[in-house]
């Protein structure tokens, strides 16, 4: 009987002695990497020194006998091949939401597919709440649990970043929790090492990044070609510069000085807190305003009018709803000197809001009515002070059980709908509802 306790398959498969990616097994005995199986290779050494002789193939699954070199076949070996690369069918995917899994861990340790721990390395928490609310995007979800979609993609950022989605939401995984390593790498790499596992970094910086990234690396760089990632995220704004202001300070081509209006797609939706307050109260503690995120959103009415030192002022308005709908409040100010973060709690519901209440919502075709309802599926908190002192936590909806869960990296509990309002949001993704 193998001792699967040892094998962990999410660390970057390099060989422990010469640090080759290539050609690189590992033992089923002690789980470590080794390069090659022929003579004179590490692998083949370290089963004649430790008398380890099951070795598996990382490329592909297959097991062979060292040193005889023989392969191995045999249906127990089934089990290891899948937590190596889970694979999903089609109806195992439909079904996920509808299921109320639990597994348990070869500890015993129960477990939701889906909603486990992700490790925090050194200061990667900021990467960990943006893949778990990206694992809870059904399309997103559902397009990257079937391998077939990307196979041909020569990404690895595409590639590590599906692994790590299977990994998630694989039921058969021998820990109840995930090491996002390989995807960090792949992360580091893409990035030019702007974001990385040592370095706390700003989850809205990041998402942005990777969505853009995924979307260009999925379309093979067609600027106009559409994408899981563009599907889900994509709306449309129009913006009006005034005249006299901005890109509008100058007279048109008929030489009159006057509005210019543009539309421009976007894949999230920056709200302005109200300032905070400079004093405190009668008991001298510091006074935390509270805003309902319905007001935040009239920026987006077309009435409103935003004014910018380089872009002028500006009016917004709704063209097209995305499926998704991604908030950031912005509560960092930066200055010479420092950044300073906002306290402000935001008010919003966790069920069906209207953006049709708030502002001006897009029609179909002959006026049919869209829908324009939302539900929360991930509320991303920052805790603790601007730059390296902060930390992320996440609050995501379970759609099996229609409960919310805490997650802040391996650390995963139940939570009170009405707990998740009252903390500082940073970050928000909103499932547009089916029009009933």
């Given at each position: 009987?193998?001792?699967?306790?040892?094998l962990?398959?999410?660390?970057?498969?390099?060989?422990?002695?010469?640090?080759?990616?290539?050609?690189v097994?590992?033992?089923?005995?002690?789980?470590?990497?080794?390069?090659?199986?022929?003579?004179?290779?590490?692998?083949?050494?370290?089963?004649?020194?430790?008398?380890?002789?099951?070795?598996?193939?990382?490329?592909?699954?297959?097991?062979?006998?060292?040193?005889?070199?023989?392969?191995?076949?045999?249906r127990?070996?089934?089990?290891?091949?899948?937590?190596?690369?889970?694979?999903?069918?089609?109806?195992?995917?439909?079904?996920?939401?509808?299921?109320?899994?639990?597994?348990?861990?070869l500890?015993?340790?129960?477990y939701?597919?889906?909603?486990?721990?992700?490790?925090?390395?050194?200061?990667?928490?900021?990467?960990?709440?943006?893949?778990?609310?990206?694992?809870?995007?059904?399309?997103?979800?559902?397009?990257?649990?079937?391998?077939?979609?990307?196979?041909?993609?020569?990404?690895?950022?595409?590639?590590?970043?599906?692994?790590?989605?299977?990994?998630?939401?694989?039921?058969?995984n021998?820990?109840?929790?995930?090491?996002?390593?390989?995807?960090?790498?792949?992360?580091?790499?893409?990035?030019?090492?702007?974001?990385?596992?040592?370095?706390?970094?700003?989850?809205?910086?990041?998402?942005?990044?990777?969505?853009?990234?995924?979307?260009q690396?999925?379309?093979?760089?067609?600027?106009?070609?559409?994408?899981?990632?563009?599907?889900?995220?994509?709306?449309?704004?129009?913006?009006?510069?005034?005249?006299?202001?901005?890109?509008?300070?100058?007279?048109?081509a008929?030489?009159?000085?006057?509005?210019v209006?543009?539309?421009?797609?976007?894949?999230?939706?920056?709200?302005?807190?109200?300032?905070?307050?400079?004093?405190?109260?009668?008991?001298?503690?510091?006074?935390?305003?509270?805003?309902?995120?319905?007001?935040?959103?009239?920026?987006?009415?077309?009435?409103?009018?935003?004014?910018?030192?380089?872009?002028?002022?500006?009016?917004?308005?709704?063209?097209?709803?995305?499926s998704?709908?991604?908030?950031?409040?912005?509560?960092?100010?930066?200055?010479?000197?420092?950044?300073?973060?906002?306290?402000?709690?935001?008010?919003?519901?966790?069920?069906?809001?209207?953006?049709r209440?708030?502002?001006?919502?897009?029609?179909?075709?002959?006026g049919?009515?869209?829908?324009s309802?939302?539900?929360?599926?991930?509320?991303?908190?920052?805790?603790g002070?601007?730059?390296?002192?902060?930390?992320?936590?996440?609050?995501?909806?379970?759609?099996?059980?229609?409960?919310?869960?805490?997650?802040?990296?391996?650390?995963?509990?139940?939570?009170?709908?009405?707990?998740?309002?009252?903390?500082e949001?940073?970050?928000?993704?909103?499932?547009?509802?089916?029009?009933?």
């Amino acid at each position: 009987m193998l001792p699967m306790q040892n094998l962990d398959f999410d660390f970057e498969k390099c060989c422990v002695v010469s640090l080759s990616p290539i050609n690189v097994y590992a033992c089923l005995v002690c789980g470590k990497y080794f390069q090659g199986r022929g003579p004179k290779t590490n692998a083949f050494t370290h089963s004649l020194e430790t008398n380890h002789h099951m070795f598996m193939k990382l490329e592909n699954g297959k097991v062979y006998c060292l040193p005889d070199g023989y392969e191995v076949e045999d249906r127990s070996l089934e089990v290891i091949r899948y937590v190596l690369n889970p694979t999903f069918k089609h109806e195992e995917i439909d079904n996920l939401d509808r299921d109320k899994v639990w597994a348990r861990s070869l500890e015993g340790q129960e477990y939701m597919p889906g909603l486990v721990g992700l490790n925090n390395m050194k200061n990667n928490d900021y990467v960990n709440v943006a893949v778990q609310i990206l694992a809870r995007v059904v399309p997103i979800r559902n397009y990257f649990l079937d391998a077939s979609n990307y196979s041909s993609s020569k990404s690895i950022l595409v590639k590590r970043f599906g692994e790590l989605l299977r990994k998630i939401w694989n039921p058969r995984n021998f820990k109840g929790q995930v090491s996002p390593h390989e995807f960090m790498q792949a992360v580091m790499g893409s990035s030019n090492k702007r974001f990385t596992i040592e370095q706390q970094g700003d989850v809205l910086e990041f998402w942005a990044w990777f969505i853009n990234t995924l979307h260009q690396h999925l379309s093979a760089g067609k600027r106009n070609k559409s994408t899981i990632i563009s599907k889900c995220f994509q709306g449309e704004l129009e913006i009006t510069t005034e005249a006299g202001s901005g890109k509008a300070k100058e007279p048109n081509a008929a030489g009159q000085v006057a509005d210019v209006v543009d539309k421009v797609p976007f894949l999230f939706l920056g709200l302005d807190l109200p300032a905070a307050p400079l004093y405190k109260d009668v008991m001298e503690t510091n006074i935390i305003p509270q805003v309902p995120i319905f007001d935040l959103l009239k920026k987006f009415d077309g009435q409103h009018t935003s004014d910018d030192i380089k872009a002028g002022r500006r009016r917004f308005r709704l063209t097209k709803l995305p499926s998704y709908l991604v908030l950031h409040i912005k509560r960092f100010t930066k200055n010479n000197f420092f950044v300073e973060k906002n306290p402000t709690i935001v008010n919003f519901p966790v069920k069906n809001l209207e953006l049709r209440d708030i502002v001006p919502v897009p029609a179909g075709k002959g006026g049919k009515v869209l829908p324009s309802k939302y539900d929360l599926i991930g509320n991303v908190v920052h805790d603790g002070k601007p730059g390296a002192g902060g930390t992320y936590r996440l609050h995501v909806h379970r759609k099996s059980e229609d409960a919310w869960y805490e997650v802040q990296d391996l650390r995963v509990t139940d939570i009170l709908p009405q707990m998740v309002a009252l903390s500082e949001t940073y970050m928000q993704v909103y499932e547009l509802k089916a029009q009933t």
